[in-house]
Nanobody, 118 residues
Framework: QVQLIESGGGLVQAGGSLRLSCTGSGRTFMIYNMGWFRQAPGKVREFVAGISWSGGFTNYADSVQGRFTISRDNAKNTVYLQMNSLKPEDTAVYYC???????????WGQGTQVTVSS
């Protein structure tokens, strides 16, 4: 069992930056691939970024490529999402998720709100 807690959301102006954190409980955190997802009002939840258990592989949605960076610190049981050059369309609730080695999503956090004003 892994419990995930996101933090770092808030209100920021367009062009600004935020860094989200997701901290997991348990000694097994480091075996999981991790991902960030987001859900805007009235829209389906969408993939944002993913990182392998070792940190050696990352991938991004086209909409955030070049602006967002995912990273992890397994010693701290934490995965990060650095978000730069934020746009109003990035406004959403952001969720982190822990996935198996085959990228099946096993656990979700409760979400953190990110609001980007124009």
């Amino acid at each position: 069992q892994v419990q995930l807690i996101e933090s770092g959301g808030g209100l920021v102006q367009a062009g600004g930056s935020l860094r989200l954190s997701c901290t997991g409980s348990g000694r097994t955190f480091m075996i999981y691939n991790m991902g960030w997802f987001r859900q805007a009002p009235g829209k389906v939840r969408e993939f944002v970024a993913g990182i392998s258990w070792s940190g050696g592989f990352t991938n991004y949605a086209d909409s955030v490529q070049g602006r967002f960076t995912i990273s992890r610190d397994n010693a701290k049981n934490t995965v990060y999402l650095q978000m730069n050059s934020l746009k109003p369309e990035d406004t959403a609730v952001y969720y982190c998720a822990a996935a198996s080695r085959s990228w099946e999503l096993d656990y979700w956090g409760q979400g953190t709100q990110v609001t980007v004003s124009s």
